[in-house]
């Protein structure tokens, strides 16, 4: 093939990427790389499948002819070198001389982040068709896997909405709803837990099939500081990571502002704003799969129209903790923008030097990049020693058990799975255990998702007066801890005598029914899956009840909360068994325990408009997983006339302020301010929303109200509940994004089929206090913390203004109830250990 033959883009696109207020459409991009590889044999695109929303999801390679057609040997070469287990010092030298450097890199994440997915066609333009040292030196040494757009979906919402406006005095605005169906802007905080497809393919690459030695993800942030963020980060450091690979990432992140400098792109930061800390989205959880992990962030314009900035408009990041206190030339910072207009063709321009630096570093030194990729691996490995973590089959919920193994799976863990009983530091494990050793390359990852941890408390995270720096998130993304899964570490996993298989495909999710009976089936309450069959069951008119005290059933004990299921659909029950891993047990008689029937309710769920509400949108996905039957609510709709009780039995408000879901509360004026998107787009529920909300529950609907949403319910129906939390400085209490021990009422239907302790994700969120009235009564505590050592993993400062205070409150309304969830129950479809609560409140 000959390379004159490439249509350039700005031929195909009919003008140049970047340019003032034209942005090229998903659609369009997909086309233009189909045609590249037709006319090139230096790419290959594959489909990995649909999007969220299905929509086509690319993956592209890009290297030499001769690279291509034996991309399967490389990708073998190259998987040897990251899991040398076995391999010699000199296989190991031969393997790098013999290999290339895996590059990857990703665009298009955040939607509204329209640079990047802008800039991808472009810059695989010049790799396709430039003939000088440097480029060939790439095509040969390099196999660059490229993501075009790791969010499809957002970029058709955003490109559609920006057309729409185009010339009007909406130009620009952003998009008033989120830019993933579920996620919006925390699809980036899901790689370690994958719910969404996109995260899983992007796993399938980066921690299955090809373990880069480098993963780059391109970015935007807000428009009045530095023009330009690259690697490395700042402080805290984050632990678990071989330290090459921080070293690796100044590497990179040098070379990349060199030749920013180089080709005179001002206004560019290294070493600031963005810490090595931070949530697992795939550029912060890649580096503890031995991959330098890192972003780039360029500075926003209004979408694909300039913006313009006054000099004096430029900021730095206030203090000192993010290395950048102020607007002025620092070693990390030398050479300041000016000011002016700010344009999408200067963020293509930059992001692109940026890729190409990176691709070119990796090019020139990919021997040493290949041997690093070794020893980072074997390091790690000899670092686990004979430790280990061990999961025992049987807990609370084990199917969660079983889905928490998977998608450590997923993240290519080594696991074993015990064939016998087996000892292990004086203790008896059966078989089934799940073994995971220290011993392997991912050791590092391992740590990270299983150990207890402790965000650093110390000058970095401290301001200068002594009040806690907030974390860029989370403070932990301790999964097990999320999950609601007890894993055990262990200091020498080996037993002479165990025999263990390792686990190559995901474990099966299987139940059974046992035993057959005329008188009924009795499932599981502690299982979270158990909702999904209870709202499938539902769904067909089956009969299902709840048993309200501990039953006995084929010699296994069932605490309240127990399901029974009367039918004779012998076969279908069978089915759902297979299907959900529910097993169903067979009643030798007619069950005398008390027991109510389940009601499967109206439920509607409060959308508001302004960018979205996340946790709206992950409170979505979680219903959709378990089955639950529910109906978006727009501000309209909870105004309706009529009454929102004639339709609804429970409406949830998910995590927000009061401000975000109120909106304007006084309507006259309404015209006279200054609004940044279109009037139909302009949220809030108002005096009017208010007035509805409360009479539903006057009238006996259930209002439930999740972390913030609190605040909202407890002023706006003058509940006799105060927030202690409410206007402590952080210096008397800090907590962020943390997991805390808690009591749970399990006596009570809110808390059926939890555990007695347990863990709740805390983060701004409320604690409450009941205030003495006649009514004290009416106000049920459900979820108390206990009077000490309430920390599990993250940050906790000032541990006694929560100390034995409730967490979750359900406080009787009028006839019906508002519940207050003083945590994140259901926090990015992550917090499998809470999720019954929630549940619980959703089934009558």
Same mark, same amino acid.
């Given at each position: 093939?000959n ?6 883009p ?6 140049q ?18 045609l590249?590889?037709? =006319? ?5 695109? @594959?489909d990995m499948g649909?999007s ?22 490389l990708?073998?070469?190259? $998987? ?51 003939t ?14 490229m993501?075009p ?7 058709i919402?955003?490109?559609?909405w920006?057309?729409?406006? *185009?010339?009007?005095e909406?130009e620009?605005?952003?998009?008033p709803? *989120?830019y ?18 996109e995260?899983?393919?992007v ?5 299955q ?5 480098v993963?780059?993800?391109h970015h935007?942030?807000?428009g ?17 990571a071989d330290p ?13 502002a060199?030749k ?16 090595a ?14 991959i330098?992990s890192?972003?780039?962030e360029?500075a ?18 206030a ?6 206190p ?7 910072f ?6 002016g207009?700010?344009? *999408? ?27 690093n ?20 089959p049987?807990?609370?919920d084990s ?13 290519g ?12 530091d ?12 220290l ?7 391992i ?9 650093p408390?110390d000058?970095w ?7 806690p720096?907030r974390?860029?998130?989370t ?9 609601g899964v007890d894993?055990?570490s ?8 165990a ?6 495909e ?9 035993g =057959?009976s ?14 999904k ?19 006995? @059933?084929?010699?296994? $004990? ?23 891993? @529910?097993t169903?047990?067979?009643?030798e008689?007619v ?13 509607g769920m ?20 378990f089955?639950?039957?529910?109906q ?27 401000a ?6 006084d309507?006259?004026?309404e015209?006279?301010?200054e ?9 809030g529920?108002?005096?009017?929303? @208010? ?6 529950? =006057? ?7 999740l ?8 002023e706006k129906?003058?509940l006799?509940?105060?927030n202690v ?11 962020p994004g ?7 009422n399990?006596?009570?239907? *809110?808390?059926?089929g939890m555990p =007695? ?18 009514f ?7 979820v ?10 993250g940050?906790?400062v ?6 034995e205070?409730?967490?979750?409150i ?6 019906g109830?508002v519940?207050l ?6 926090h ?6 809470t999720?019954?609560l929630?549940?619980? $409140?959703?089934?009558?």
């Open positions: 093939m390379q004159q033959q490439v249509i350039s700005e031929a195909f696109f009919g003008f990427l970047g340019s003032d207020r034209k942005m090229a459409h998903w659609h369009k991009i997909v086309e233009y790389f189909q590249l590889e037709n =006319e090139s044999d230096k790419l290959q695109v @594959v649909p969220t929303e299905g929509h086509p999801f690319l993956l592209v390679f890009i290297s030499s002819p001769q690279n291509l057609a034996n991309l399967a040997h990708r073998e070469v190259n $998987a040897k070198l990251t899991d040398p287990r076995g391999l010699s010092e000199e296989e190991a030298s031969h393997l790098a001389d013999e290999g290339v450097a895996v590059i990857c890199q990703s665009m298009g994440l955040h939607a509204s982040e329209i640079g990047s997915t802008q800039m991808a066609s472009e810059l695989a333009y010049d790799l396709l068709t430039k000088d040292e440097q480029t060939q030196r790439i095509l040969d040494n390099v196999i660059f896997i993501f757009c790791l969010n499809p979906d957002g970029q919402m955003v490109t559609d920006y057309n729409k406006y *185009l010339s009007t909406y620009g605005c952003s998009l709803w *989120l993933h169906k579920y996620a919006g802007h925390d699809n980036n905080r899901d790689a370690f837990m994958m719910n969404l497809v995260s899983r393919y796993a399938q690459i980066l921690f099939e090809w373990h880069p030695q993963f780059q993800d935007e942030m807000g009045y500081g530095a023009r330009l963020y690259v690697a490395p980060y700042c402080e805290p450091i984050h632990p678990h090459l690979v921080w070293r690796e990432i100044n590497w990179y992140g040098a070379h990349m060199y920013l400098e180089e080709r005179g792109k001002t206004g560019v930061i290294n070493a600031a704003l963005f810490p800390w931070s949530h697992l989205g795939f550029h912060w959880l890649g580096n503890f799969h031995n330098a890192m972003l780039t360029s926003h314009a209004k979408l694909a129209t300039p913006l313009y900035l006054h000099k004096s408009q430029l900021q730095g990041n203090g000192t903790l993010r290395a950048f102020h607007y002025k030339p620092q070693t990390n030398p050479h300041p923008w000016e000011g207009w700010w344009r *999408l063709r200067d963020i293509v321009e930059q992001q692109k030097i940026s890729a190409w630096g990176l691709l070119d570093l990796a090019a020139r030194h990919k021997d040493t990049v290949l041997r990729a070794y020893l980072k691996a074997k390091r790690q490995t000899e670092r686990g020693q004979q430790k280990g973590y061990l999961i025992r049987t807990q609370h199917l969660t058990v079983v889905k928490l193994v998977n998608n450590l799976l997923s993240q863990i080594d696991i074993q799975k015990a064939q016998q009983d087996l000892t292990v004086g203790l008896t494990y059966p078989a089934g255990t799940y073994v995971i050793p011993n392997q390359p991912k050791s590092g990852v740590k990270t998702l299983l150990e207890q941890t402790f965000f408390d000058a995270t401290r301001q200068g007066d002594g009040s720096n974390p860029y998130d403070a932990t993304d301790t999964i097990a801890e999320f999950m894993v055990e262990v200091e020498t996993l080996v037993d002479k005598n025999a263990c298989t390792s686990i190559t995901p474990e099966k999710l299987t139940g059974q029914l046992v =057959e005329k008188f009924g089936y009795l499932f599981d309450g502690r299982l979270n899956d158990s909702f069959v209870v709202n499938q069951l539902l769904e067909e008119g089956v009969k299902v009840m709840r048993v309200d005290q501990v039953v006995t @059933v084929n010699d296994e $004990a069932f605490p309240l909360g127990a399901f029974v299921v009367s039918t004779d659909r012998i076969p279908h029950l069978k089915t759902i068994a297979q299907d959900s891993g @529910v169903f047990y067979a009643l008689e069950l005398q325990a008390e027991q109510h029937e389940i009601q499967q309710l109206r439920v409060y959308q508001r408009y302004r960018g979205g509400n996340m946790d709206e949108g992950w409170t979505r996905l979680v219903l959709e997983q089955g639950f039957p529910y978006t609510l727009k501000d309209d709709d909870i105004r309706a006339e009529g009454g929102l009780r004639q339709h609804f039995d429970v409406l949830i408000l998910p995590n927000d302020s009061t975000m879901i109120v909106g304007k509360e309507e006259e004026d015209e006279s301010k609004y940044d998107v279109p009037p139909e787009y302009r949220s529920i108002g005096k009017a929303g @208010v007035k509805a909300i409360k009479q539903f529950v =006057e009238d006996g609907g259930t209002l439930i109200a972390n913030q949403a609190c605040e909202f319910a407890i129906l003058d006799r509940v105060i939390l409410k206007g402590k400085p952080s210096k008397e209490f800090f907590c943390s997991t805390l021990k808690t009591h749970i399990t006596n009570h239907p *809110l808390a059926y =007695e302790e347990a863990l709740i994700l805390f983060w701004d969120s409320p604690t409450f206090e009941v205030l003495p009235s006649r004290n009564e009416k106000y049920e505590l459900i108390q913390y206990p009077e000490k050592d309430i920390l599990q993993s940050w906790l000032g541990e006694a203004q929560i100390a205070r409730a967490a979750m359900s406080a009787q309304y009028g006839a109830r519940i969830f003083g945590f994140r129950p259901q990015r479809a992550q917090i499998h250990g999720f019954k929630l549940f619980n $409140a959703l089934i009558g």
